[in-house]
């Protein structure tokens, strides 16, 4: 049939499906071969790129002009999506990268703290980008990078980084702090309580992040993939953000939350839980590749949504230069093979932190 071809013997069919899939293996594997592994940089990176981009300003559309801030909701539903897919993926696919290990009670005890960091992250983030520009919120996050990649580096006298790559991280760790004290919505938020402030929830963001990738490396986790722990972490934050909900009245509030465009409003929740899945997909995709760095593509990401200014940027042409800037050296050193994954590079130690304390 035509649908059908023989094997190299002639002896037995091939269907058409498992012809395709071979000649695709063949491909991929003679482009690898050829390229290696830096067709991260061909792919994954631009679609990174685009998702990210997309999803930053899908969330701040509901969070700021559809005025949605309720973060226990917000984030909640948005792990909910990613727990939902991935055990779509989980259960459908026989490809062995889509498993996920099972945690017994020594493990879990393990990975809470991951899990507390990440949770308290994703909702201060929430807090902070509902208030603050795009840009700005971009900037300030290349903190916990900048900060360990200094810390990784200047404490070692074999490091491999380049001058030109400490220079980046040291303007881009300087740039970030003066971006928080020179934003002109500084003054305008300094009447308002330490708990309102979306500076206060930025620099909480800022500290969780940094002691999430800071535990990955002192903690016993390595073994578990980056799957692994994207799941568990969306599979938690479902089960303590949905009592919290409640707890803080966000959940009664919610339901009685109307909007003029009800049915945009649906839609950008959907899209959100959805972009926010895949960004964290891409990166589990990524972060066993050797070539990958992702945070050049936050940066990438950062410079669009600061050069398209769909929404509001800092007035003060001083902030916007020192955004630019950050974002700028931000392609110009590493983070995420240092940082997130210790096995390429000089981790950080217990001793570093506290001698450097």
Wanted: glycine fraction near 4%.
């Amino acid at each position: 049939m035509v649908n059908d071809a023989y094997d190299a013997q002639g002896s037995s069919f091939i269907s058409a499906p498992a012809v395709m899939i071979k000649i695709g293996d063949y491909f991929n594997r003679t482009y690898r071969e050829r390229i290696g592994q830096s067709s991260i940089l061909l792919f994954d990176q631009p679609l990174f790129i685009l998702v990210f981009v997309l999803s930053i300003f899908i969330n701040k559309y509901v969070l700021s002009v559809l005025n949605f801030t309720y973060p226990t909701i917000f984030q909640g539903w948005q792990t909910l999506v990613g727990v939902i897919i991935l055990k779509i993926f989980v259960l459908c696919s026989s490809n062995k990268a889509w498993r996920v290990s099972r945690l017994d009670r020594y493990e879990f005890l393990m990975l809470l703290p991951h899990f507390i960091f990440y949770v308290s992250a994703i909702v201060a983030g929430s807090k902070a980008l509902s208030k603050l520009p795009i840009a700005v919120f971009v900037s300030v996050s290349g903190l916990p990078a900048s900060c360990i990649f200094l810390l990784d580096n200047l404490q070692e006298s074999d490091s491999r980084a380049t001058r030109i790559q400490l220079s980046s991280a040291a303007i881009a760790f300087g740039t970030s702090v003066l971006i928080l004290l020179l934003d002109t919505q500084f003054e305008e938020e300094a009447h308002l309580e330490t708990t309102n402030s979306p500076y206060y929830w930025a620099l909480f963001y800022v500290i969780c992040l940094t002691a999430q990738s800071l535990y990955a490396r002192i903690s016993d986790t390595h073994k578990y993939s980056a799957l692994d722990k994207f799941y568990y972490s969306n599979l938690f934050s479902v089960i303590v953000l949905a009592p919290a909900s409640v707890y803080l009245e966000e959940a009664f509030q919610a339901l009685h939350f109307e909007n003029s465009q009800q049915t945009l409003f649906h839609a950008s929740c959907l899209l959100s839980g959805l972009l926010a899945t895949g960004v964290g997909l891409l990166h589990c995709r990524t972060s066993a590749d050797p070539d990958s760095d992702l945070t050049r593509g936050r940066a990438v990401a950062g410079l669009i949504s600061f050069l398209i200014p769909v929404f509001r940027i800092p007035e003060s042409a001083l902030v916007q230069w020192l955004i630019f800037l950050n974002l700028t050296s931000g392609l110009l050193f590493p983070f995420d093979e240092m940082c997130h994954e210790p096995a390429v590079g000089k981790p950080v130690s217990l001793a570093t932190l506290c001698k450097t304390v």
